[in-house]
């Protein structure tokens, strides 16, 4: 596990080993145990290294026997020792025990191909000394990141963003379009970053640089293919099978190791299976927020679990918002460098730090929503179906019913779910789905930016965020479309992209076994109805877990990393957004339209609605906007 950065130029000698220094450095928290480089005339190799797999000597870059392709690679290879039992029959001299010399050699083998003989989580980066080729690679699924940024014929890259940053030639620019769609989705979709021209690697991707020229193609693709002549004991029977060999497989490690402990099915059936694994070794952590704050403190069914499997259970709470979201909130901003505002990243950057004291490598069951149907929207959206079906005059009554309810209750949060379900119910699925996700509407931002930020947009031709939902395919079957859509936006872009920052902020390793990619592909081939059965989420999974799981964890309602935001930011963060949100600075900004953030904010006070979502968002953007842009002194982006 570490970060990696680069660049290659058409020109050789034009490599500055300085600014490869400096872009590693930057990113020492992913790996603070040791760096290496590699330079030759015309490419520059440099990586962080946090040291879990053949520790003593593992060190990168990693070359082949004659010194002909190098490598440089953050991640893990989770079948490596398969991998290099084939390497030595075929011939190859491997003088170390890591999962990064198998990539050197497999390329040597099978050419581009080889990161289709990768199982792990990975972005990569190969030089090919004899073709003067520059290759990248993302694993499947996007828990590794990889950005990159083209200056003509050259190529610059690195493992987050603050590496291209440090380019002296890049002139930032903040992105347009990406703006608007943070403003829908509370996150950048990817490829686009909040940064004109520089762009991430989609996951599932490669990138060939050769004599100037960047092509880039994708490797593998999650595909639908259900039989629905199996039997169910035979999908509860597989995925059991596939979910214990992923697990033990994430289980390899030459330095401490944990896991995440929730007390949620997937937390906990990744924790049943490490224990039975390996009894008796088995570290858990979990968050919560002290007394008062119900609906934000899971501990008690963490504690469960961990009494189940005598785990080594550790509990972080944390009883004072004010002070600890102040403090920690800019350093979670410095860690994504650009807006991201989904609110769990409290409770995650907490646990990860509590965890980091004890552990290198954290377990999560990040992918069992998004592959089992575990979130509460898909229901809503496919229910959908249903309530157009009622005569329109019971949907008119219904509707005027709901509107009519104030959010802000010990309800406020149901109330508000059945808003947005009658809503989006007359819409179609995409456009109804992406409603359910939405942070503002296109409506919404049409109001609250200012006009002169709003004329900015359209002469950029700045297109609706609906885009950003229409690059999946549609599937036949209307739940598969939408777990595809997740997993190959909100997953990699929400996610993987929060677990990553703000683990390897802390120099932590998280790993998810859910996403091993042998696991999801036979996910893919259960049919929709066993993972979201009637009202059931998850079906299947439950169903392959009796046994394993106390009916107490198998049946309790999904919470998730959540925190009491409403509440906080009318109570102890108050002052902390009223500062930030008040009318003269965002006046100043240019980019708002300060009336409606005042409504926003006097609405949310008074208990009319519950706009926790929409300040949130607003908070974090004005934060990142004063740290990272305005002290740039950034200009707007119209491409």
Known sequence: ???????????????????????????????????????????GLGMRRLAIIDVNSGRQPVFNEDRTVAVVFNGEIYNYKELREGLLKRGHVLTSHSDTECIVHLYEDFGEDYVTHLRGMFAIALWDLRQKKLLLARDRFGIKPLYYWRDGRDLYFGSELKCLLAVER???????????????FKYVPGPRTIYRGIAELPPGYTAVWKNGELTTRRYWQLKYSTDSNKSVDYYREGLLHHLEEAVRLHLVSEVPLGSFLSGGIDSSAIVALMAKICPGNVKTFTVGFGEGQPGADERPYARTVAELFKTDHSECVYDNPQTQVESILPLMLEAFDEPFADSSMIPNYLVCQAARQWVTVAMSGIGGDELFAGYERYRGALAANTYQRLPGLLRHSFNALIHSLPQWNIAGLWIDRMKRFVDGAALPLPERYQQYLSAFTELDKANLFSQDFLSELRKAHVGSAELAMHKVEQCRDPLEWILLTDMETYLPDDELRKADRLSMWHSLEVRVPFLDHKLVEFVATIPSHLKLKGWEKKHILIKSLEGLLPQSILNRRKQGFSIPLNRWLQGPLRDLLRSHLATSAIREMGLFNPVAIDRLLDEHDRGVHNHETQLWALLTFVMWHRSFLLKAKLPLSHS
């Open 1 to 43: 596990m570490c970060g990696i950065v680069g660049s290659v130029h058409a020109e050789r000698g034009q490599i500055d080993q300085q600014l490869v220094r400096r872009m590693c450095a930057l990113i020492r928290r992913r790996g603070p145990d040791d760096d290496g480089f590699f330079f030759d005339g015309q490419v």
């Open 170 to 184: 890049y002139e930032r620019q903040m992105d347009l379009q990406s703006v608007s769609d943070f403003f829908t």
